[in-house]
């Protein structure tokens, strides 16, 4: 596909009129935008999405299901999320990061169901809450200050 200049604004690989094989988006002459793989008509492998030439966002496909890991980047290039997914669902540890690159925050997911710790996290690295959730329900919230451990029983939905 061209725009009114002649430049190409998007490039697929079609067989039998379906996807299969590379799909690419330009932003601007030769910067990218979008870059897909599909087999058959559904996505496979890794996708990424750019934002002026640079990799904004990454994930990875199955099958046409969300499934392994996707990246956040920031505008330094550093990752800001890191999440796993398999099946479509979050599941296994989600991680969130400062500009610097110091972990913000974690959270435990089991097909797409809060199950685990979630800690939050000071620019030093220290625990500042930790929430341990069973199939979502909030079951006990750790806050520390000054170093101590103030446990609080909970029992909440998310």
């Given at each position: 596909?061209?725009?009114?200049d002649?430049?190409i ?8 009129g379906?996807?299969?094989?590379e ?22 492998g890794?996708?990424?999405?750019f ?7 990454a994930?990875?496909?199955r ?10 980047f920031?505008?330094n ?10 099946a ?8 969130w ?16 169901t809060l ?22 329900e ?12 103030v446990r ?5 939905k998310?």
């Amino acid at each position: 596909m061209f725009d009114r200049d002649g430049w190409i604004t998007q490039r697929a690989t079609f067989h039998g009129g379906v996807l299969d094989g590379e799909f690419v988006q330009y932003e601007a002459p030769d910067v990218m935008s979008v870059l897909q793989r599909y087999v058959k008509g559904k996505l496979e492998g890794q996708s990424l999405f750019f934002e002026k030439g640079r990799v904004r966002l990454a994930m990875q496909y199955r099958d046409g299901v969300q499934d392994g890991e996707t990246v956040i980047f920031g505008d330094n290039g550093k990752a800001t999320m890191k999440a796993e997914y398999k099946a479509g669902k979050l599941d296994g540890l989600s991680s969130w990061y400062r500009p610097d690159g110091t972990l913000r925050r974690t959270s435990e997911y089991v097909m797409g169901t809060l199950d685990g710790d979630s800690g939050e996290y000071d620019e030093k690295g220290r625990v500042k809450e930790r929430l341990t959730y069973r199939d979502d329900e909030l079951i006990e919230r750790v806050a520390y200050k000054e170093g101590k451990a103030v446990r609080e029983p909970a029992g909440t939905k998310r």
